[in-house]
């Protein structure tokens, strides 16, 4: 590896580190954020709208429910007319205040929202029948929802929606098997509004219960302090061991990712602790992005908080969320081992020490001191275990939260703080609330039109009905539709078509869907349109296509785990019946894994050649697919390749004894 390369930069790190810091002690300059910051009477309407948010959302987890499509559009009559206040139209709209079509768009879309919520009873009573004022009210309400998701998500998944518009409308005129008798535009405006199979739809319902419930217990363990429990327990846990600081991203990334559903939030609460750290101590600065990328993105699989398409998962298989996390826990180990085991390479490669032992904090000391703050973690996992409701332990969480954080007086919540927390948690629950209303229209036209079959025996055709072939072309399609959409949205896009053609083939439906979501959350990190990665350059001021195509190499390992866990399906824990197996199913993944990140890191003890890199990728595919015979084979080559290595290896020189 040349120097430009090596993550580790050749010069003193501390030099490095200071260098990097402006001179003359001026601070950069503060970039306007995305979302809008008020002051003032704006700012305390703004938390009143938030904080009334949050308090309906924790009175109908603890009281009950209300009606679907009551629940929903409530949900959406605070969540959407908050979207036009904070986003703006654009870079030369008002950022101070909102502006006067800001105003109007958040009264227009409350009043469109709040008529489901006071009339969805006489909606429902009519079967289909609407009155002609309500297609207007559904073509308002429609433009509003896409005109939202652009100032939040972007343009790409608002055209990718748009595109399923056009495709419902002009039905005859599609190509081959997708052509289809078409739907009028009354049609399609009352399937989006009036019906619970568009924008009021699953999606949004889980999105309008469990998502946002989670989204603010993320937000209260971070306002009393767990992420700081987490840092300190990483650093003291794995600070002293070979590439030490590297490590610690991972481990702390991982731990977050047990409270946070979203990859962009891990990045921003860890990696502004580890980067610095990393980058400190001589890691160049796109290699310290990578890594906290990479972690990070492994925090969506991580229970027992998964990303929020872990929720739409469990209402479409209708199984409990606690399986859901069951099924999550090796995947999520399998892809950190991958990660640490590339890191380890590394660290050998370039010879990086861990930092010195009285720089770290004592793991005891870390535990008595701070340890109560993982108590609302446990207490989800036992109700969770115990059979009750994802909601009401959400709930049992947020108390947990508030009792706890009067232990120190550092993270009391004070009146003051807990409106904030309440406020931040409202505020976080924007993005994935609208990514989750407008995949609706996805949805619900391909429902309407019924193509969601169509293209999955077009897949079933195209790979001849056999698994591996099928397999990738999902993975495929996930990937793709992932590119600049939230993990939400491009899980349920391609579960709708991808999912299908591999329950025919024989999937479990529980693995089918995982199979896609935990490509859905990969793709956040994958080039070239991966937020993850380019939050992690941002905070590390490095290079963002670098820093993506580093993260990829890291992680890669994790790309070829949901083709184990589809062919080794006991390793989602759903249905073991046979433990030893199970125990040898496991470590032949671990290997196979381990055995793939040295062949693509291209080092044990001395750097490999070609062939030999090759021939670890072949042994770690040999494990990875189940039978003895091809662990042997893969066991085989592992064996060939250290032993050429460990003749290479030069023998350390001791240094003479005076």
């Known amino acids: ?69 009551q629940q ?11 979207i036009f206040l904070l986003y703006p139209a654009g870079k030369n709209s008002p950022y101070e205040r909102p502006s006067v079509l800001d105003w109007l768009f958040a009264v227009s879309v409350a009043g469109c929202s709040l008529y489901v919520c006071f009339f969805y009873e006489d909606i429902a009573n009519r079967a289909g029948m ?32 748009a595109f399923f518009l056009f495709f419902a ?27 619970t199979d568009g924008l009021f739809g699953l999606v949004t319902g889980v999105s309008a219960t469990y998502i946002f419930m989670f989204i603010l217990f993320g937000s209260f363990l971070s306002s009393t302090g767990t992420a700081n429990f987490f840092n300190d327990f990483s650093m003291a846990l794995t600070g002293h061991l070979k590439g030490g600081p590297a490590k610690i991203a991972v481990l702390s990334s991982a731990l977050m990712g ?78 950190f081992f991958g990660i640490w085991c590339s890191l380890s390479v590394e660290a050998s490669r370039v010879g990086l020490k861990g930092l010195p032992k009285d720089m770290l904090p004592k793991i005891k000391h870390v535990i008595v001191k701070t340890g109560y703050k993982a108590i609302p973690l446990f207490a989800i996992v036992i109700l969770l275990c115990m059979g009750r409701n994802p909601l009401f332990a959400a709930c049992v969480g947020i108390v947990c939260c508030v009792v706890l954080s009067f232990v120190d007086k550092a993270d009391r919540l004070s009146w003051k703080s807990l409106i904030a927390t309440l406020e931040d948690g409202s ?40 698994l591996i072939p099928t397999m990738i072309v999902t993975m495929i399609i996930c990937l793709l539709l992932g ?45 070239p349109v991966c937020v993850g990665a380019y939050t992690a350059a941002g905070i590390a001021g490095a290079n963002p296509n670098q820093t993506a195509f580093t993260a990829v190499r890291l992680a890669l390992s994790g790309f070829i785990i949901p083709f ?71 066991l085989g080559l592992l064996a060939a390749v250290y032993c050429l290595a460990k003749m290479r290896k030069k023998p350390e020189l001791k240094p003479a004894t005076e």
């Open 169 to 195: 409308y002009f039905g005859p005129s599609m190509p081959g098997p997708f052509v289809h008798a078409g739907l009028s535009i009354p049609r399609i405006l009352e399937e989006l509004y009036l019906t």
């Open 564 to 634: 184990v866990f589809i062919l080794n399906p006991e390793l989602l824990l759903t249905n073991v019946t046979n433990w030893p197996m199970f125990v040898v199913t496991l470590a032949s993944a671990m290997v196979g894994i381990a055995t793939l990140s040295v062949g693509l890191e291209g080092f044990l003890f001395v750097n490999l050649r070609i062939y030999e890199r090759l021939a670890l990728l072949g042994a770690a595919l040999c494990m990875i697919k189940p039978g003895m015979y091809t662990d042997a084979v893969g």
């Open 130 to 161: 609407f009155e002609e004022y309500e297609i207007y009210l559904a073509a308002l309400f429609v433009l509003l929802v896409f005109e939202a998701a652009r100032r939040v998500l972007g343009y790409i998944l608002p055209a990718f929606c």
């Open 72 to 82: 929903r559009s409530f949900h959406l009559a605070f969540i959407l007319p908050l």
């Open 427 to 466: 505020k976080s629950a924007l993005s994935v609330a609208i990514a989750c209303t407008i995949v609706g229209v996805v949805i619900g036209m391909m429902g309407a039109t019924g193509i969601a079959l169509r293209i999955g025996d077009a897949i079933l055709s195209y790979t001849q009905g056999m």
């Open 258 to 335: 047990t409270i946070s559903g979203s990859t962009s939030a891990n990045v921003a609460t860890t990696g502004s602790f580890t980067i610095p750290l990393m980058k400190k101590v001589g890691y160049q600065p796109h290699f310290a992005g990578a890594v906290e990328a990479a972690a990070s993105t492994g925090g969506q699989i991580m229970p027992p908080v998964l990303g929020s398409a872990a929720f739409i998962i469990a209402d479409t298989v209708g199984t409990p969320y606690i399986n859901v996390v069951v099924a999550s826990l090796v995947p999520a180990l399998l892809y």
């Open 483 to 527: 590119m600049g959409m939230p993990t939400t949205a491009s899980y349920v896009m391609a579960s709708a078509v991808g999912v299908p053609a591999m329950i025919l083939l024989g999937c479990n439906p529980l693995d089918a869907h995982f199979f896609v979501f935990f490509y859905a959350v990969l793709s956040s990190v994958t080039p």
């Open 1 to 69: 590896m040349s120097e430009a390369s090596s993550p580790m930069a050749p010069q003193a790190a501390p030099e490095a580190a200071a260098s990097a810091v402006p001179p003359s002690g001026e601070a950069p300059k503060k970039k306007k954020g995305k979302r809008r910051a008020f002051s003032g009477n704006l700012k305390l309407f703004i938390t009143v709208l938030t904080v009334a948010l949050a308090c309906f959302h924790l009175y109908t987890s603890f009281f009950g429910l209300l009606p679907a499509m």
